[in-house]
């Protein structure tokens, strides 16, 4: 079953914009905390930003403050990453994912146990 469905990825221009979307059902739509990652060719997955669903308190990590913008419509189960002035540099893989409990370990210590399939962002110039 997949719990996860991202959409919305593409090519773009430097600084031009995308928006994500991931749609969540089944054990993520009942997620305290989702999140999107993201994994440049060669180097590690990292987390970029992450909305907790009761308070609607979000985080940006400091490569994107000021420019990604993460939202989520309860109603639709949609989690939404808006992405502007891209650069270079943000072109990866990008990954919705929700959390399933906690682990000191991982970022934002979070358990990020269910994810979706990954939508390709490519920023050109």
């Known amino acids: 079953q997949v719990e996860l469905v991202e959409s919305g990825g593409g090519s773009v221009q430097a600084g031009g914009s995308l928006r994500l979307s991931c749609t969540a059902s089944?054990?993520?739509?009942?997620?305290?905390?989702m999140a999107w990652f993201r994994q440049a060719p060669g180097k590690e997955r990292e987390g970029v930003a992450a909305i907790y669903r009761a308070s609607g308190g979000t985080y940006e990590t400091d490569s994107v403050l000021g420019r990604f913008n993460i939202s989520l419509d309860n109603a639709k189960n949609t989690v939404y990453l808006q992405m502007n002035s891209l650069k270079l540099e943000d072109t990866g893989m990008y990954y919705c994912a929700a959390d399933t409990g906690r682990d000191s370990g991982s970022w934002l210590g979070i358990r990020w146990g269910i994810w979706g399939q990954g939508t390709q962002v490519t920023v050109s110039s």
């Open positions: 089944g054990n993520a739509a009942g997620s305290d905390c």
